[in-house]
T-cell receptor
Framework: DAEITQSPRHKITETGRQVTLACHQT?????MFWYRQDLGHGLRLIHY???????NKGEVSDGYSVSRSNTEDLPLTLESAASSQTSVYFC?????????????FGPGTRLTVL | AQSVAQPEDQVNVAEGNPLTVKCTYS??????LFWYVQYPNRGLQFLLK??????LVKGSYGFEAEFNKSQTSFHLKKPSALVSDSALYFC???????????FGPGTRLSVLP
């Protein structure tokens, strides 16, 4: 069965360190997204990609970067981790063929920045 | 700008009773509306969506939602709640001009036995 996976599931790091969160999907979807989930805010879009070599900034992109070298993967990098980036991060993907297709979500990565 | 409001942080309902989780939205163009559910330590799971057509849409696990254009609402409903329905529910909207999804803050549903 097709799926979307994230690793690691839990990560503790220190302020100032670079951190990369992995996202891998086997749906063969063109669209991929990164969100962060914080209490009272729901999900907020960090970055998104509509295909290989395409990346775009979302609502809360400062301090984050992504790259898309293939269809399956969209890693999220925190350049210099800050305590404000402690959150749960979700990756999602969707089929490009229709603008109203639902997104499929990974299980999430809980990141703690000390 | 797109926005989604879920006016209730928490909804409590007794098992067997009907439940409603409210959602209102603002979007440019025609709305594409979605409901997702999140169980503890899990990602979001798609429940149902409204694109066009019948205002009452049916989805997974016996849930349904009613689209009301004049009230810009898309409330989630279920005729008879189960304890296993207890979870966090998110409403999301996307406009027909190709904007990205916007999610509401979530409503925590507790179904009491």
């Amino acid at each position: 069965d097709a799926e979307i996976t994230q690793s690691p599931r839990h990560k503790i790091t220190e302020t100032g360190r670079q951190v990369t969160l992995a996202c891998h999907q086997t749906w063969n979807h063109n669209n991929m997204f990164w969100y962060r989930q914080d209490l009272g805010h729901g999900l907020r879009l960090i970055h998104y990609s509509y295909g290989v070599q395409d990346t775009n900034k979302g609502e809360v992109s400062d301090g984050y970067s992504v790259s898309r070298s293939n269809t399956e993967d969209l890693p999220l990098t925190l350049e210099s981790a800050a305590s404000s980036q402690t959150s749960v991060y979700f990756c999602a993907s969707s089929d490009r063929r229709s603008s109203y297709n639902e997104q499929f979500f990974g299980p999430g990565t809980r990141l703690t920045v000390l | 700008a797109q926005s989604v409001a879920q006016p209730e942080d928490q909804v409590n309902v007794a098992e067997g009773n009907p439940l409603t989780v409210k959602c209102t939205y603002s979007v440019s163009g025609n709305p594409y509306l979605f409901w997702y559910v999140q169980y503890p330590n899990r990602g979001l799971q798609f429940l149902l969506k409204y694109i066009t057509g019948d205002n009452l849409v049916k989805g997974s696990y016996g849930f349904e939602a009613e689209f009301n254009k004049s009230q810009t609402s898309f409330h989630l409903k279920k005729p008879s709640a189960l304890v296993s329905d207890s979870a966090l529910y998110f409403c999301a909207v996307r406009g027909s001009y190709g904007q990205n999804f916007v999610f509401g803050p979530g409503t925590r549903l507790s179904v009491l036995p």
